[in-house]
């Protein structure tokens, strides 16, 4: 896989809200959700918990508690930070869990598209349900729910800003010429 391909997949990947019924391989969830462990992390910490949640009824009583969570997902990884490791970076610490979670979770739904697996972020849910439904300890904090399953389409991409209007040379206000 060259460089041209990485943005390839970045350019294709979609949030996908409405799946079909085919399960997910062990073998592919795996990689997803190592994909997420190789993911950035500041001075190491690796602040993330990830839960893979493929039982049918347990997504669906998640579902109950997540406003944000739409269609029937044959998997959900609940993205969380742990207390304990990210109170070792000072009071930045959770910040930066944070972020660290926000990059395991992108190369997570990189790895799913890549696999052909649609997924999508949910940020919408309550946090206490979910932290009882999966026996979550009180130190370890559910940030981030991601869906996945086969898409029932791939949608198209949404138009994005130019570069010339987002990026800057040099100083702020000098269009950047690609």
Same mark, same amino acid.
């Given at each position: 896989?060259?460089?041209?391909?990485?943005?390839?997949?970045?350019?294709?990947?979609?949030?996908?809200?409405?799946?079909?019924?085919?399960?997910?391989?062990?073998?592919?969830?795996? $990689?997803?959700? !190592?994909?997420?462990?190789?993911?950035?992390? &500041?001075?190491?910490?690796? @602040?993330?918990?990830? #839960? %893979?949640?493929?039982?049918? $009824?347990?997504? !669906?009583?998640?579902?109950?508690?997540?406003? &944000?969570?739409?269609?029937? @997902?044959?998997?959900? #990884? %609940?993205?969380?930070?742990?207390?304990?490791?990210?109170?070792?970076?000072?009071?930045?610490?959770?910040?930066?869990?944070?972020?660290?979670?926000?990059?395991?979770?992108?190369?997570?739904?990189?790895?799913?598209?890549?696999?052909?697996?649609?997924?999508?972020?949910?940020?919408?849910?309550?946090?206490?349900?979910?932290?009882?439904?999966?026996?979550?300890?009180e130190h370890v904090e559910p940030v981030l729910i991601i869906s996945l399953g086969y898409p029932s389409k791939w949608p198209d991409p949404p138009k994005?800003?130019?570069?010339?209007?987002?990026?800057?040379?040099?100083?702020?206000?000098?269009?950047?010429?690609?």
């Amino acid at each position: 896989m060259g460089f041209e391909d990485i943005l390839h997949v970045i350019k294709g990947r979609r949030s996908i809200r409405e799946f079909i019924d085919k399960e997910i391989p062990r073998e592919h969830l795996t $990689k997803i959700v !190592e994909a997420g462990v190789w993911a950035p992390s &500041g001075s190491n910490i690796q @602040p993330w918990e990830f #839960i %893979v949640v493929d039982d049918v $009824k347990m997504i !669906e009583k998640v579902k109950l508690v997540s406003p &944000g969570l739409f269609g029937n @997902p044959k998997a959900l #990884i %609940v993205i969380c930070v742990n207390r304990a490791k990210y109170e070792r970076g000072g009071s930045q610490g959770r910040l930066i869990a944070l972020m660290d979670a926000s990059m395991a979770a992108q190369n997570i739904m990189l790895e799913a598209y890549s696999l052909g697996v649609g997924s999508c972020p949910i940020a919408s849910f309550n946090k206490l349900a979910v932290k009882e439904l999966l026996k979550i300890p009180e130190h370890v904090e559910p940030v981030l729910i991601i869906s996945l399953g086969y898409p029932s389409k791939w949608p198209d991409p949404p138009k994005r800003r130019p570069l010339k209007e987002v990026v800057h040379l040099n100083e702020y206000g000098r269009p950047y010429e690609g």
